[in-house]
């Protein structure tokens, strides 16, 4: 062996270590760019070497090192050709062999290595003992298996470890050897093409068609192969039209066998008792045995003179040559899977009864997919995502760094007119579109909803999953907990509400001294600054890393936050419509020492946190926006962050899980991610960025992600392209408002409607006339959206009693208003199928080119965005501030928080602050009662008047319905 071994050999041939854990050893042998081919030719001439002397004993007809190196170059170098045309297109990609190696043949580790750096490739070796268990080299399998980085797996253990059990551990599509029964099974069909030959099989076909053998007509001998290897061989040689005989050496009838063969191989090492004198002269003889832990080669027996000795270094170096070329085309089969194709979903039937049932029986009626088989339908590996029971999982955002490369689908906005107390049904349309688009024009699609809050679910709406043929499945899992993402807001803004009343407290009744040594304790004689707490430091110009050097002054800047209870704007939150906990006073305990104040709880989606979630676009900026929130200011008007608290850790793991979008489906099997679900009067009121961005690779180039805004498109929609779009980077290019000629008839002067309650016969009768002066709130809308430059398709929600003639009013109204169309849409009654036209609608509207454009500039003072959206959006006269409002805008504008966009806080049941005032109101003042920050998502709220992030239960909540079949663990009454 030459001296250019790698580390990992010169380990190998330590001595055994002591009884302990098993050796392993995992080894990146890292490619190099160029210079490869040096170590391979040293390589070569190491085998020469071995060749030596021996070799000049060959007939002519024998093959020569020379002539069997040329053919080991010419696989190596069409492998390197592959390789480099695949990574012009994927400069990243570099393709990864794994070798789980029991034993010590450093030779084949050494030959893999170097021809591996001259293709391009990268090796990792997992070393173990050769005294490894089936148990334990199955371990390291199932690890490989799933380890994304690599790309195939090949097996160096000693023959009598090859057991089913451990072949079949592999995943056949990194079973680069072949072994697998999948594999060989393919190959015995005659589907060569489609998986893993044996390369040691292939190397032995190569080396006689190479050396001038004919094979066609040749009765052939395998002795003493076993396995996937005689499987491999006698199939390869049946192609060739050989006639193909196995024995092995103890069988009696070898030496006859030996005498008719025309060409024998040799499978595994002879036996010394079995004399080369069997083998008649002329006879063409192929050794590819190998001893892998004794490292021995060769016949082990004096040579004679054949009509052509192929020896086993000769098909060893040529397997790894073929090995090397299976790797290439695993790299490049697994590209493929990478790229954007026509997802290959099975959807599910719909047989659609009338009347329609319930949302909850229709629901139940439907058994979904499990939800790993819808992943892979889709294009996720197994490894990216995490499930939750059968129907339901999260994905990681692993698959964004995967898919980087792919382009983005097209991106269609869901928004609303202004909307009544009975809703109008926008996730409902989402649905519909998405099932229309997939299950009834094959085109890949993905809808993206926000997750609802269990406050109005027990309260007053029942769930938000869609309805009738168009909702999400189990709809009860999408109402109820889902997979607790809102838990972990709760639990970790308490958290931090809990941590500011607390640091309060003890800056209150401790010295500075005390307060330091508490904040920065004695451990095990040592004291030292957690990571956070240096960042504070930095924070606060205090260039120092030991505790004990800083000075009075500092330790008191460091420990004191100073925090001016009266500015404290962070408040607990509880997932439950509770009106008692509006307002609070906290403190009451004697253990309070006196520190009382007043306080309040939010709804949980109100929470930053939310809205931090809905807007991250990765965990480090997930961790840097919550680090970044402002919960108070300080006593000299500087903000108080959640990194001043030193909460910032705690909080980014208890959100760690729920930032992964949650992966469940339709009615019809399309895929749908649930994900954030922030309050949309006070926050952005929009899924997450993350589930967006996800689902916009998932669908390829030519497909479509549905997304749905809160509310009408006065805020919903606003908020998404001034905050979100600003957040994502991400361009739309459809808008699909909807509308309902129910609510159109309210905002043209029909009479007021309430949940619950039955309608008056305006809205159950034809009423032409209030529809047409209410599609002033549809027309307004509209002109909202072209303000962004984006095409408008109007969907119309049908109800059983809306007429003929009020839909194709409502449809050539919308038209004549700019909308690139309007269409009537079916699926609340019939699903996809009843909205295939508003999804050619939209399709036909993606392929123009978005001209979007946002509707303010960011840079602009405070006061001048929140006038813009006011008078263009709203259709305000001009806006009003209170003194708090101006007071808190240059706060925050001097903090530097005055570049931020704008986030509304306005009622959704008009187009001004005014509930009552439907339609298009004009020549109105907007009032702005307060304005507060949200930092850490990243905008400034101001207030329109009196904004309630508390609801409350109505006199019969949703609950009275709500029950459990303890018989069927069956939920009732939900919708």
């Known amino acids: 062996m030459g001296t250019r071994l790698p580390l990992v050999l010169r380990q190998l041939r330590r001595p055994p270590h002591p009884p302990g854990p098993p050796l392993r050893l995992r080894v990146p042998c890292r490619a190099s760019s160029g210079g490869g081919s040096g170590g391979r030719e040293d390589l070569l001439g190491q085998r020469r070497l071995l060749d030596g002397q021996a070799r000049s004993s060959r007939s002519p007809g024998g093959r020569t090192p020379a002539a069997r190196d040329s053919i080991v170059r010419e696989v190596i170098q069409n492998s390197k050709e592959v390789l480099s045309l695949l990574q012009e297109k994927n400069p990243a990609f570099k393709p990864v062999l794994a070798i789980i190696q029991a034993g010590d043949d450093n030779l084949m580790q050494e030959i893999n290595q170097n021809l591996a750096e001259e293709t391009g490739l990268n090796i990792t070796h997992i070393c173990l003992p050769p005294d490894s268990s089936e148990a334990e080299i199955i371990d390291e399998i199932l690890k490989i298996n799933e380890d994304t980085r690599v790309h195939g797996l090949a097996l160096q253990i000693s023959e009598n470890l090859f057991s089913n059990k451990i072949l079949n551990a592999l995943k056949p599509e990194k079973d680069v050897d072949g072994v697998t029964d999948i594999n060989l099974g393919k190959l015995v069909r005659g589907d060569a093409h489609e998986c893993f030959v044996s390369p040691v099989a292939k190397a032995v076909i190569e080396l006689l068609e190479k050396s001038g053998v004919n094979l066609d007509g040749k009765k052939i001998l395998v002795v003493g192969a076993h396995g996937s290897l005689e499987a491999a061989l006698q199939c390869l040689f049946q192609r060739k039209g050989s006639m193909t005989m196995s024995s092995q050496w103890k069988t009696p009838q070898l030496q006859r066998k030996l005498h008719e063969a025309d060409i024998v191989v040799l499978g595994s090492r002879k036996p010394e008792e079995i004399p080369l004198t069997w083998i008649q002269p002329g006879t063409t003889v192929l050794n590819c045995s190998h001893d892998f832990l004794s490292g021995k080669v060769g016949c082990g027996s004096p040579r004679i003179h054949f009509g052509g000795l192929i020896e086993e270094d000769d098909v060893s170096l040529l397997a790894a040559a073929l090995r090397i070329q299976n790797m290439v085309s695993s790299g490049r089969r697994w590209l493929r899977e990478q790229q954007h194709r026509r997802w290959r979903l099975h959807c599910l039937k719909l047989q659609p009864l009338s009347p329609v049932p319930s949302d909850i029986e229709i629901s139940r009626g439907q058994t979904p997919k499990a939800v790993d088989v819808l992943a892979k339908e889709i294009g996720l590996l197994a490894d990216e995502i995490e499930i939750y029971g059968k129907s339901k999982a999260k994905v990681r ?134 990571e956070i707490q240096l960042a504070r430091l930095k924070k606060l110009g205090i260039n120092k890393t030991d505790p004990s050097t800083l000075t009075e002054e500092e330790v008191s800047k460091f420990a004191r936050l100073d925090i001016n209870p009266s500015t404290i704007t962070w408040q607990r939150v509880l997932d439950t419509n509770d009106r008692f906990l509006r307002k609070i006073t906290i403190g009451q305990g004697n253990t309070e020492k006196g520190y009382f104040r007043q306080a309040q709880f939010d709804i949980a989606v109100a929470s930053e946190i939310m809205a931090v979630l809905a807007l991250t676009d990765s965990l ?34 208890l959100m760690k899980d729920a930032i992964k979008p949650n992966l469940m489906q339709t009615l019809e099997g399309t895929p749908v991610f649930v994900h954030a679900g922030p309050f949309a009067n006070i926050a952005h009121g929009n899924s997450s960025v993350l589930a967006d961005k996800i689902a916009l690779k998932l669908v390829g180039e030519e497909g479509f992600v549905v997304t749905e805004a809160g509310f009408g498109a006065d805020i919903g929609m606003e908020k998404f392209f001034n905050i979100k779009c600003r957040a ?45 002066d209410g599609c002033c709130n549809l027309q307004k809308q509209i002109q909202i959206a072209q303000l962004f430059g984006v095409p408008v398709v109007v969907a119309l929600n049908v109800f ?74 709203y259709g305000a006269k001009d806006i009003e501030l209170s003194p708090e409002a101006q007071a808190k805008i240059d706060r925050y504008t001097k903090q530097g928080f005055g570049n931020l966009p704008i986030c509304m806080a306005k009622t959704h049941l008009s187009l001004s602050h005014e509930p009552d005032k439907k339609g298009v109101p004009r020549d109105f003042i907007l009032p702005i009662s307060d304005v507060r920050a949200s930092i850490g998502a990243g905008f400034i709220y101001p207030l329109v008047g009196t904004m309630s992030t508390m609801p409350g239960l109505p006199t019969r909540p949703c609950f009275y319905d709500i029950d459990l079949d303890t018989e069927t663990e069956q939920v009732k009454g939900l919708f």
């Open 397 to 530: 955002l692993s698959v964004l760094e995967r898919l980087k490369n792919q382009a983005d689908g097209k991106y269609v906005l869901v928004a609303g007119i202004t909307p009544t107390p009975l809703g109008e049904g926008k996730s409902t349309v989402t649905i519909g579109l998405v099932q229309a688009l997939t299950a009834h024009l094959n085109v890949n699609s993905f809808a993206c909803l926000r997750q609802p809050s269990q406050g109005p679910t027990f309260g007053v709406k029942g769930g938000a999953a869609g309805g009738g043929y168009a909702q999400v499945i189990p709809m009860e899992e999408f109402n109820l907990h889902l997979t607790g993402d809102i838990h972990a807001i709760t639990a970790a803004n308490n958290l931090l509400a809990a941590a500011i009343d607390t640091r309060i407290l003890h800056e209150n009744t401790q010295t500075d001294k005390a307060l330091y040594n508490r904040l920065v304790p004695l451990v095990n004689g040592v004291r030292e600054f957690s």
């Open 620 to 653: 480090a900026d997930m961790k840097a926006r919550l680090g970044r929130m402002v919960v108070a200011s300080d006593k000299s008007g500087h903000p108080v962050t959640a990194d001043d608290l030193g909460v910032t850790g705690a909080l980014t793991v």
């Open 728 to 772: 994502s980077g991400l361009v739309p290019n459809v808008v699909v408002l909807v509308a309902t000629v129910r609510a159109l008839k309210m905002h043209g002067g029909g009479p007021s409607v309430t949940a619950g309650v039955p309608l008056k016969k305006e809205y159950t009768e034809e009423n032409i006339q209030l529809v047409a």
């Open 800 to 873: 059983k009693t809306d007429t003929r003639a009020e839909i194709d009013l409502v449809c050539e109204l919308a038209k004549r208003a700019g909308a690139f169309d309007a269409v009537p849409c079916y699926h609340w009654s019939v699903g996809g199928k009843g909205s295939v036209d508003l999804a050619r609608a939209v399709r036909e509207a993606a392929s123009k080119r978005s001209r979007f454009q946002f509707l303010y500039d960011v840079q602009l003072p405070v006061v001048d965005k929140i006038r813009t959206i006011a008078q263009a959006v």
